[in-house]
């Protein structure tokens, strides 16, 4: 398989790495930490990878997007998956009373993604196979109080990729939203952590069978789907009560 990762040192997109490293799959990794996209390399190598090509981004500079994806595919030359990993989570806080924090938090977890899928669908359509995996959250399924600045970045996301999947369904082409509930990665490490985490691995093994399997929209670990069957299905009388 040839595997394009964007936002490839992220804890879940290493973890998800790793469980492809073998000789029949190539890489090329997209992410911004130079130092920690050298270590993920000599990691998959050393763990078999059959090739490991890498490249510096920050992928906030939208007008670079265009160029990456260009050397991306001139060297993978067909894409059989491309998994856009890469997020923050904003302090939702500082996002109520600063704009700019608001409008930074959708332009990376929002904006971004989307720029980066413009680019692809194209590209993915016109070869007419492959795998277009985008990690989105649970957050995305409700604003809620304690993370809706993030949440609707990640809504914004999915409804684009309910489309897309439309889009390019004719062409071969699956296009999976992959919603994560809470994990134990550097992006909560400020967090107490609870029953509720799962690992960066556990998410990894949800998207490797989803890519097997040509799943739509996952959730990972599965029981989320039904906590947020059930956060989507409360009334809003009840839920603007609820101060989560
Ligand atoms: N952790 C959770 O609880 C959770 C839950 C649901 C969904 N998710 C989603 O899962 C995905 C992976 O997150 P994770 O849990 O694996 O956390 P993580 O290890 O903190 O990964 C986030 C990655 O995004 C990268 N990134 C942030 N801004 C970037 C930018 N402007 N350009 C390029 N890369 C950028 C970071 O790069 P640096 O290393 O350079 O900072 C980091 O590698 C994210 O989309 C996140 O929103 C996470």
Redesign the pocket.
């Known amino acids: 398989m040839n595997i394009l990762i964007?936002?490839a040192?992220?804890?879940?997109?290493a973890a998800v790495a790793a469980r492809y490293a073998a000789a029949e799959n190539r890489f090329y990794l997209i992410?911004?930490?130079d130092e920690?996209l050298t270590a993920l390399r000599e990691r998959l190598t050393e763990s078999g990878a059959g090739e490991v090509e890498t490249a510096q981004?920050?992928?906030?500079r939208f007008e670079e997007h265009p160029a990456l994806i260009e050397a991306a595919f001139t060297r993978l030359q067909s894409v059989d998956l491309v998994l856009i990993?890469?997020?923050?989570?904003p302090d939702q806080k500082r996002c109520e009373q600063d704009a700019e924090a608001a409008l930074e938090a959708l332009s990376?977890?929002g904006l971004?993604p989307i720029s980066l899928l413009t680019e692809l669908a194209p590209r993915m359509r016109e070869q007419a196979h492959g795998t277009l995996a985008v990690?989105?959250?649970?957050?995305g399924d409700r604003g809620r109080p304690s993370n809706y600045v993030?949440g609707s970045a990640?809504a914004m996301v999915s409804a684009y990729l309910q489309g897309l999947r439309g889009k390019l369904h004719g062409a071969g082409v699956n296009v999976i939203d992959v919603?994560?509930?809470?994990?134990?990665?550097?992006?909560?490490a400020h967090l107490e952590k609870g029953p509720l985490?799962a690992t960066?691995d556990r998410v990894a093994g949800g998207i490797v069978r989803a890519v097997a399997r040509n799943r739509h929209t996952v959730y990972v670990p599965g029981w989320w789907r039904i906590v947020m069957a059930i956060v989507r299905w409360l009334p809003d009388t009840i839920f603007k009560r609820l101060d989560f």
């Not at 981004?57 to 906030?60: C, S, V």
């Not at 990993?85 to 989570?89: V, Y």
């Not at 919603?179 to 909560?188: H, I, Q």
């Open positions: 964007f936002g040192t992220s804890a879940i997109a992410a911004r930490n920690k981004a920050d992928l906030i990993a890469h997020g923050t989570l990376v977890n971004s990690i989105t959250s649970v957050a993030y990640k919603r994560p509930g809470l994990v134990d990665s550097p992006m909560t985490f960066p």
